[in-house]
């Protein structure tokens, strides 16, 4: 009976894992055991064919290499019994070329099992001679297939968490790489669209300007021609000597009327002008300057007081104790107060409206990084559509007596503008209007 030594075994594998732990056990066992030929080798899913993983030949280390289990005593070890040929092996397995072309006599081969007991691999010896010790070898293998399997295990798993993390890198990196270009094509579609919009609205509004001044130039236009036509009919009678003083009075009665149409529509047409001049925001000229906002809408109130009391309105004024001083462009702020005011007057209380208390307030409110103007009425309010259509330009519910609809255009355009701030309208019918401008900010 010949003893191995297992503890030199054991303490030559200490801290050795995959590849470097089968070498060392393979040459370990192989040397202990004294064969031609040591192997650990695993099996393919279907154990057809077998993959040396580790492979002693002589006393060196030799190419690993793969064959078929077909007529091979290994393909009993695959069937999971350790199989133990002292000698004569080529005559159990006539069919086994590799055998006979090696030269093979004995043959020890122990299975390796799986974590769930199935075999995946095997360790073998190959004698060229009659092996005398073989039931110690196959011991010997038994006992160290378990701690073989384990670590064959783990290197395949740990090969499998390595190639899934790869994955994982290579589908986040490709997803990123994805996730980028669409944001870039999102970021210049939305550019894209902007521009559109620009170009949108402006295309509104120069048919909007187009429109609206060719009224008052059409009507005026008429007027002009029905005075020149008057005019010619009146020299041709005074030169044939048919005027008579019927022919003139008509004449001026009709010239008037025509003049006084065309001041109107000519007044109307240039107050036009004026106001589209004031859609574009950056008109004034005034400029930044500090500003108490307490004392300054005071002033504002009482420029804004008589035509309230012509129209029946109280006006009261909400404001902070304390002084309010911001910096902001004064003209362009009194330009939004006049023009909510003014639709407040206008708009919020018609005459078929009987409301025994007429109230506008204007409110303010906040410190000098955070403040809040309201103008509020509790007037008729707005239905639906008109809330949805009145930063429209050209939008009124009044072009009857006048209205252009560019007030509110022109409001928004100056709080979103060059006074920086936020636009908030809030309305009910029957109940009042109440316009809130947020600024935020020095
Ligand atoms: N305080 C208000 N109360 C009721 N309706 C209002 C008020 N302010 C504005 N509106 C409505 O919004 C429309 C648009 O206002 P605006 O742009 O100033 O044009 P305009 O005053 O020339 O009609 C008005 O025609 C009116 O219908
Ligand atoms: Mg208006």
């Not at 030199?8 to 594998?13: A, E, G, V, Y």
């Not at 005075?227 to 048919?242: D, R, S």
């Not at 309305?427 to 809130?436: F, H, L, P, R, Y």
Request: proline letters at 3%.
């Amino acid at each position: 009976m010949i003893h191995f030594n297992i503890d030199k075994i054991i303490t030559s594998l200490k801290s050795s894992y995959g590849k470097d732990f089968l070498d060392t056990i393979t040459m370990q066992l192989h040397k202990s055991i004294g064969a031609q030929f040591t192997f650990i080798a695993k099996l393919d899913a279907i154990r057809n064919v077998s993959q040396t993983m580790s492979l002693v030949a002589g006393d060196e280390f030799a190419e690993n290499f793969e064959y078929s289990l077909e007529f091979t005593p290994c393909a009993d070890v695959s069937d999971d019994s350790t199989c133990i040929f002292p000698s004569k092996i080529c005559n159990l397995y006539p069919k086994d070329q590799l055998l006979i072309d090696m030269g093979i006599d004995g043959y020890i081969g122990a299975p390796l099992h799986d974590s769930k007991g199935a075999v995946f691999g095997l360790v073998v010896a190959l004698y060229s001679k009659p092996i005398e010790n073989a039931e110690e070898v196959a011991s010997l293998f038994e006992l160290f297939a378990g701690r073989i399997s384990a670590e064959l295990e783990r290197a395949e798993k740990e090969h499998a968490l390595f190639e899934l993390n790869q994955s994982l890198e290579q589908k986040v990196a490709s997803r990123t790489h994805e996730l980028e270009s669409a944001l870039k094509q999102l970021k210049s579609s939305q550019k894209q669209l902007i521009e559109q919009e620009k170009l949108a609205s402006l295309g509104r509004l120069v048919a909007g300007v187009a429109h609206e001044v060719n009224t008052p130039l059409g009507v005026a236009m008429l007027g002009n021609s029905t005075v020149l036509a008057g005019v010619n009919q009146l020299v041709k009678k005074l030169a044939n000597n048919t005027l008579s003083k019927h022919d003139l009075d008509a004449f001026l009665i009709d010239a008037k009327e025509a003049g006084e149409s065309v001041e109107f529509n000519l007044n109307r047409a240039s107050e036009l002008v004026v106001n589209f001049k004031q859609i574009a925001t950056d008109f004034h000229t005034d400029p930044k300057s500090d500003v108490n906002l307490v004392e300054w809408i005071s002033s504002i109130s009482t420029s804004l007081k008589p035509m309230l009391k012509s129209a029946g309105i109280q006006f009261k004024l909400e404001l902070p104790p304390y002084a309010l001083i911001v910096n902001t462009y004064p003209s362009r702020l009194a330009q939004v107060v006049t023009n909510l005011v003014s639709n407040a007057i206008k708009h919020a209380f018609p005459k078929t409206h009987n409301q025994a208390e007429k109230v506008i307030t204007i409110r303010l409110s906040g410190d000098a990084t955070n403040y809040a103007l309201e103008i509020a009425d509790n007037g008729i309010g707005m239905d639906e559509d008109t809330q949805a259509h009145i930063l429209d330009p050209f939008f009124t519910t009044d072009r009857k007596s006048g209205g252009m609809g560019l007030g509110m255009s022109i409001v928004h355009n100056l709080v979103t503008g060059s006074l920086n701030g936020r636009l908030v309208i809030n309305s009910e019918q029957n109940k009042g209007t109440k316009v809130s401008v947020y600024f935020a900010g020095k």
